[in-house]
């Protein structure tokens, strides 16, 4: 069964560091993409980037460019999103979604089960 | 960015309606449309990819139709376990965007 687990809720201070993780399983992880959508009641489902972890070759939506960094270490088939220095606006769940193709079209499955963060002073 | 719009933004049906909802794209995204289900408390989950491919093991009441700008989701008879917020979401272009979703609830 292809999977992706993340890590558990956070709740973090404005200014603190953090770093969630997405593992996969059941499939090959270096060769999909995985993407990471961030959830908000005001804003709903939002595309913040992906990483091929083959190659760490990393896309981001200009909305999320340096304010996060997406890695991922292969060689325990888990991705991560960071953030150096949280905002209370950062406060979400987080879902990885694998990416995957067919026929020139692209969409996301599966996903993982997300991860709440909540920073708040 | 492409704008992604559906509607309504919410209904109310009961159990062996028709509903159909609507998404309309910004500009042309030729059949990079999927739609996704979410119920309280769990990730989105794939239904349809492609505008019109049923992903597997999704019931065959589920069917998407479109191209272009204009697409609609169509659950034929609605069941009890079909009542959750519905997404849309284009793959053309990047950034990948998503619709604001339609929560369906029972009448």
Redesign the interface.
Known sequence: EVQLVQSGAEVKKPGESLKISCKGSGYSFTTYWI?WVRQTPGK????MGMIYPGDSDT?Y???FQGQVTISADRSISTAYLQWSSLKTSDTAIY?C?RR?T??G??????????TLVTVSS | DIQMTQSPSSLSAYVGDRVTITCRASQSISSSLNWYQQKPGKAPNLLIYAASSLQSGVPSRFSGSGSGTDFTLTISSLQPEDFATYYCQQSYSSPWTFGQGTKVEIK
């Open positions: 993407g709903g489902l939002e595309w896309r939506s200009p909305s879902y979604a995957t067919g026929g079209r692209v969409w996301f499955d599966p996903w993982g089960q997300g």
